[in-house]
């Protein structure tokens, strides 16, 4: 079997270190990679960060790093825990921008930046 790399984009900058990790990605979801993920407090699940949620998975805890069907059942899946990455390739829950998550993505050593310089 061949694969063939196509580039997303997902990061941007060399300065932050990506460090990986698995999680379980709660059922009920199919996430692209770049998903934005959000740990709920109780089960520590990951869902698709989303601001108005109000079971700990509206502050950022991870990216995903490869898309992950958990459509029927809960799925563990690569993540990363710290790095840089391109706001426009990633993932957010309808209704979440970049800017609602950005402080609390920071605090995990996550850093969100436009790959477009000024």
């Given amino acids: 079997m061949s694969e063939i790399f196509t580039p997303d984009n ?3 900058g060399h300065v932050m ?3 990986t990790d698995v999680g379980t ?5 199919n996430l692209p990679r770049g998903a934005v993920l959000g740990r709920v407090t109780a089960d520590g699940k990951l869902k698709l960060v989303d601001k108005t949620a109000t079971d700990g998975s509206q502050n950022v805890y991870a990216i995903l790093a490869e898309a992950t069907d958990a459509t029927t059942a809960d799925k563990v899946a690569p993540i990363y825990l710290t790095g840089e990455f ?3 390739a990633l993932t957010l829950a309808a209704g979440t921008t ?3 998550i950005k ?4 605090a995990v050593g996550i850093f969100i930046k436009s790959a477009v310089k000024a």
């Avoid at 990605?25 to 979801?29: E, K, N, R, T």
């Avoid at 402080?103 to 920071?106: G, H, I, K, L, P």
């Fill in 10 to 12: 997902l990061f941007v």
């Fill in 17 to 19: 270190p990506k460090v």
């Fill in 25 to 29: 990605i709660a059922a009920g979801q």
């Fill in 86 to 88: 391109n706001e426009n």
């Fill in 98 to 100: 970049v800017a609602d």
């Fill in 103 to 106: 402080a609390s993505a920071r």
